[in-house]
């Protein structure tokens, strides 16, 4: 037996749900939790 596990931080608020990605995008009050571990965002060869 193989047990895996995957986390994501989570990107929004807790309880925050948009219906489009563009509802998501023009929502300025939503910040991950203070307990949301991010990651610092580095450019790679693409972009």
């Known amino acids: 037996m193989q047990?895996?596990?995957i986390y994501a931080?989570?990107?929004h608020k807790p309880g925050k749900?948009?219906?489009t990605a563009?509802?998501?995008e023009a929502d300025k009050d939503d910040e991950?939790?203070?307990w949301?571990?991010?990651l610092?965002?580095?450019p790679d060869k693409h972009g």
């Open 36 to 38: 949301s571990v991010q």
């Open 32 to 34: 991950p939790a203070a």
């Open 9 to 11: 931080p989570a990107h």
């Open 40 to 42: 610092k965002h580095a």
């Open 17 to 19: 749900v948009h219906a």
């Open 22 to 24: 563009a509802a998501a």
């Open 3 to 5: 047990v895996y596990a």
